[in-house]
């Protein structure tokens, strides 16, 4: 069975201070990972993915992500972050072979972001 | 376009009553989810359906629940009777198709309080 963990229930950073979300999964086939955002009273939105190919992706918003096979990692990452970036942050792995996308989540990030 | 659209927002009942949470997909989407999203359990999928069909519902918890896609603009998630165990926040999202690599999109969720 797969499994995702986020470490760091709550990371507070700065305004315009670098951050990293960790995300570590288990599982013992090929996946496909997802990043996904939830602003407060919303739904989730798919930040960013990784399917194949280069293992670093990004999004429109200056996050990215690294697929890392060894370390079974998908850290997120941003250089400089705003004030709406506030938000929870959900890391999500599929198994690749399921027929249709099987999303397991892990407990979620709370991003806060102060002046 | 219009997203994923759920109702009600909120619903507070008191146990035993039946409940009924509803959901649009997005139009030209074949595939649907429910989720539930609790403190102590993050996200769990509940159930998926793909053209109208259940088809993996392994994670509805116990027999109170039941999900229904008569068509494909519309689904319901009954629990009967409810309990206060059952309060939660209740995703919905839909995709094009379902497969691993396509992108889930989510509704803003109806909040389930059972008193």
């Known amino acids: 069975a797969q499994s995702v963990t986020q470490l760091d229930s709550q990371v507070p950073v700065f305004e315009e201070a670098p951050v990293e979300l960790r995300c570590n999964y288990s599982?013992?086939?090929?996946?496909?990972l997802f990043w996904y955002v939830q602003y407060p009273n919303q739904g989730l939105q798919l930040l960013l993915k990784y399917l194949s190919g280069s293992t670093l992706v990004e999004s429109i918003n200056g996050f990215e992500a690294e697929f890392n096979k060894s370390q079974t990692s998908f850290h997120l990452r941003k250089p400089s972050v705003h004030i709406s970036d506030t938000a929870e942050y959900f890391c999500?792995?599929?198994?690749?072979?399921?027929?249709?996308?099987?999303?397991?989540f892990g407990t979620g990030t709370r991003l806060l972001v102060s002046p | 376009d219009a997203g994923v659209i759920q109702s009600p927002r909120h619903e507070v009942t008191e146990m035993g009553q039946e409940v009924t949470l509803r959901c649009k997909p997005i139009s030209g989407h074949n595939s649907l989810f429910w989720y539930r999203q609790t403190m102590m359990r993050g996200l769990e999928l509940l159930i998926y359906?793909?053209?109208?069909?259940?088809?993996?519902d392994s994670g509805m918890p116990e027999d109170r629940f039941s999900a229904k896609m008569p068509n494909a603009s519309f689904s319901t998630l009954k629990i009967q009777p409810s309990e206060p165990r059952d309060s939660a926040v209740y995703f919905c999202a839909s995709s094009l198709t379902g497969q691993t690599d396509q992108p889930q999109h989510f509704g803003d969720g109806t909040r389930l309080s059972i008193l």
């Open positions: 359906f793909n053209n109208n069909v259940p088809i993996d």
């Open positions: 599982s013992s086939v090929s996946v496909y």
């Open positions: 999500a792995v599929s198994d690749q072979g399921t027929g249709f996308q099987k999303l397991v």
